[in-house]
């Protein structure tokens, strides 16, 4: 279990853009790593992926919307968030596997992953 804190949450207005860290207390060089989002009313559902290399991966409609990268030398990952929309807000969660790699985009993304933070809030409003 990687102990991991997000942080960079927070109410912003549509149209502007919001970078969130997750701090890991682990060497992310050797953790796939992902951001998750929680609506209301939802599932969680995944957002990005990186490998420890630092390969990313997004769902198909997000490319563009969000950037997820890494921070080697502080053990952080990010994502970034551009041109928020309402339909952006959530609770926004970073997870860690105990594997380099992560899988192929799939609706079961979410149990690969075994460490999760508490999640940060972002509020987007029209």
């Known amino acids: 279990d990687v102990p991991l804190v997000e942080s960079g949450g927070g109410s912003v207005q549509s149209g502007g853009n919001v970078t969130l860290s997750c701090a890991a207390s682990?060497?992310?060089?050797?953790?796939?790593m992902g951001w998750f989002r929680q609506s209301p009313g939802k599932e969680r559902e995944a957002v990005a992926t990186m490998t420890g290399s630092g390969i990313p991966q997004y769902d198909d409609s997000a490319k563009g919307h969000f950037s997820i990268f890494k921070d080697y030398t502080k053990n952080i990952l990010y994502l970034r968030i551009n041109s928020l929309k309402p339909e952006d807000t959530g609770m926004y969660h970073c997870?860690?596997?105990?594997?380099?790699?992560?899988?192929?985009?799939?609706?079961?993304?979410?149990?690969?992953?075994?460490?999760w933070g508490q999640g940060t809030q972002v509020t987007v409003s029209s």
């Open positions: 997870a860690a596997a105990q594997y380099r790699t992560c899988p192929s985009w799939s609706v079961n993304l979410r149990s690969y992953f075994d460490s």
């Open positions: 682990g060497l992310i060089s050797l953790l796939c």
